[in-house]
């Protein structure tokens, strides 16, 4: 066992990890640490992305039954961010 690290943490690596195959296998950007995930969607129009963010949190559900797991909403936020491109002009 690696120093400083506890049995039930590389127990939980080993689970998030076979997560973090079927999302990334998937297409989706999954990361993980610890027992945190993250997920990023990427899209040009917000309900491509509420689309392709329902599709990845449906497999992470499906994922957490099999493996008898709950996701907490309490622990759970969704952060959306934009970016726009501000074209200026030479008069």
């Not at 973090?20 to 491509?48: C, E, P, R």
């Not at 797991?69 to 952060?79: E, G, M, Q, R, Y």
């Amino acid at each position: 066992m690696t120093a400083g690290r506890s049995f039930v943490s590389l127990l939980v690596e080993q689970v998030v990890d076979r997560l973090l195959t079927i999302t990334n296998d998937l297409g989706f950007s999954t990361f993980g640490y610890a027992d945190d995930i993250v997920m990023i969607v990427l899209g040009k129009f917000a309900h491509t992305v509420r689309e392709i963010m329902q599709e990845a949190l449906n497999v992470l559900v499906k994922w957490a039954v099999k493996e008898c797991l709950n996701i907490s909403p309490h622990k759970t936020a969704i952060v959306p961010y934009a970016y726009w491109t501000v074209h200026h002009l030479d008069i």
